[in-house]
Each structure stands twice: as C-alpha cells, then as structure tokens.
C-alpha cells in the first residue's frame, strides 16, 4: 500500500511539473508519459512513450525511459510517417548514433553523439540518398544544416498546432 501512494505520489507530482511548462503533449499524453517515466524508476525497467499524429493517427515521437531518465532509441516522426530523426540516450544524455531523414524517406545526415555532443566526422547526404561528404559536424555545407533545422522546425510546428 505504501509503495503504491509513492507511485501515486510520484505521477501526481510529474504531472504538476510537466502541466506547468507549455507542452507539446495533451493531458492525456502528459499523463501517459509521466506514468512512462515513473514506472521506469519505480519498476527499474524500461519503459516507452508514443505520441500519435491526431490527423494520420501514425508515430509522432517515440521516446524510452531507464530509472526515470530517457534512455535508449528515441524516434521522431514526419506527418506521412518517414522518419525525421533517430537517436538514443544514455542515463538522460544524447549518446551513440544520431541519424537525420529527408520528408521523403532518404537519409539526410548521421554521426553520432556522446554526452549531448557530436563527435567525430559526420556523413551527409543529397534527396536521393546519394553520399555527399564526410567531415565533422560543422563542416557540414550550411545548406545541409538548414534543411535538417527546416524540418525539425516544421515537425515542433505541426506538433504544437495539433496535427
């Protein structure tokens, strides 16, 4: 009984944190995903959040949760369901490979990560998924870096509009 009322208490308190910062998330999904996160520490196991497009009803985001902290793959997905990113978290960190996708499917960028940092050269890539250079993440023709911040903007648009 006593660990169920800290389970209880857990939620009850996520769900105040997390109602109040602007959310990308309906109260339902708050909720979802903050039981998400306190079952992963509670239960010590792993646990995943997905949020659905309301127009497509497709994956939206796809997170996963260790000790209360996203760790694991983490996807985002564009509203005709290829995905716009993949990555994964270690203990709440960005670490290990980080990939960037076009609208239509093809492979935009990838790399990896550690810490929350990118690390190491990166491979770039055109719309038909043609292998365009190899180089360190900021030396990543800016054209390049602009489409993949044009797309992840566009998907926290669509997201907060409630598509």
Known sequence: M??????????MGALTLFSACTSVYTREEEYARA???VLSKSMS???????????????????????GEKDGEFRRYYLNGNLLMRGYCKEGR????????????KILMSGYMKN???IGNWKYYDES??????????QIPKEIRDVREKNVDQFWKDIKSGK
């Open 2 to 11: 006593k660990k169920n009322l800290k389970i209880l208490l857990l939620i």
């Open 35 to 37: 039981t998400a996160i």
């Open 45 to 67: 196991s792993t646990t995943s959040f997905e949020k659905k497009w309301k127009t497509t009803n497709k994956d939206a985001i796809v997170d996963t949760f260790k000790n």
């Open 94 to 105: 960005t670490d290990g490979i980080w990939e960037d996708y076009y609208p239509n499917g």
């Open 116 to 118: 929350n940092k990118r």
């Open 129 to 138: 998924g043609k292998l365009l250079g190899e180089v360190p993440y900021d």
